[in-house]
């Protein structure tokens, strides 16, 4: 037969601050939980029915029904924990470091918490309480594009020169292309997750109907995008394309184009002295980031393209413009402050960062 929880009991007093917790609005989250958990005991419910309404586990009410038996108020607090384990000491972490700049052991790629507990025959919490300590983690990765162009402070220096702060009078202009872009339909809808979570859901089977290229200029001042659908992606398509864009633009005004090194943006001599007041700037190798007609075609993918069902070329176009129409009612400049990364910390120790 199971024991039956122990009956508690509160002042007054107790009562009106426990209240206080629950209902304040600057109180922590976890700290309400565990006022309302013994509100609810000393309205003598039972264990099993409070942790079924509130939607957590049945050791958890036992455990703050206890806590405010023993200490009253104060148990509600999280008791004082020490972040790192005194009887390993510096010792342990220093292993650690060191360990880390090894070659991981045979038959794995990296280190993990287990692989450095049983390296080092010291406790799985002990390395991960350090790790957390540091800051390390190990399973996480970032990665990204350095530059090996010679000249790559001139050409970002130009380019960014012309963000910050652009001839008088002139149009500046990202232009690039995002080629192959799929028209795939599937079946999606949401689905209820073994954790009860509800997400988006996808069949793993689709057809393909076909892919896009779409040419897209950005407006820097403005934020402002024209966009062009073609089914190539040919120089004469890229000539074409910039042709429209500088519809209704004067001759006698200076227009700047910033282009990556693509193949077909470069060798247009001959248009380009069709169009005296049209001046190309390129990116460095490797850095077309620094475009930042890359950061609209980032939103676009996000929000218009990422788990969307198309069942033609036709439909994947009405997207695209639909999503231009909707995103001109609020277009707005970008505001260059990209951060800067040193290509030397992919050398660094681990032990030279952290230490």
Known sequence: MPRKAAKIEASLDERKQLERLVNGRVVLKQLAQRAQIVLDCLANKENRDIAKERNICEQTVAKWRNRFSEKRLSGLQDAPRS???????????????????????????????????????????????????????????????????????????????????PPENALVICVDEKPSIQALERSRGYVETSSG???????????????????????????????????????????????????????????HIILDNYCTHKRNEK???????????????????????????????????????????????????????VYHENAKPFIWKKREVRGSQLRNTLTNLIN
């Not at 972490?93 to 090894?102: A, D, F, W």
């Not at 402002?224 to 190539?232: G, I």
């Not at 788990?307 to 695209?320: M, N, P, Q, V």
């Open 197 to 255: 979570k509800i997400v988006q859901g996808l069949r793993s089977t689709y057809k393909r109907h076909g892919t896009l290229n779409l040419f897209a200029a950005l407006n820097v001042a403005t934020g402002a995008v024209k966009s062009k659908t073609t089914d190539e992606k040919k120089r004469k398509d890229f000539q074409s394309f910039l042709e429209e864009v500088l519809v209704g633009v004067p001759n006698d005004r200076e227009v």
């Open 83 to 165: 972040r790192l384990p005194k009887k390993y000491g510096k010792t342990l972490r220093e292993n650690i470091l060191k360990t880390l700049e090894l070659p991981p052991p045979k038959g794995l790629s990296c280190w993990d918490g287990g692989s450095l507990a049983r390296v080092l025959q010291v406790p799985k919490h002990a390395v991960w309480g350090v790790l957390r300590y540091e800051g390390i983690q190990l399973q996480r990765k970032r990665s990204w594009c350095v530059s090996t162009d010679k000249q790559f402070a001139a050409k970002s220096a130009d380019v960014i020169g012309l963000y910050l702060n």
């Open 271 to 325: 248009w380009q002295e069709k169009h005296l007041n049209v001046f190309f700037h390129f990116t460095p190798t490797s850095a077309s980031w620094l475009n930042q007609v890359e950061i609209w075609f980032g939103i676009l993918a996000r929000k218009a393209l990422r788990g969307a069902s198309f069942d033609s070329t036709e439909s994947l176009r009405k997207a695209i413009e639909d999503f231009i129409t």
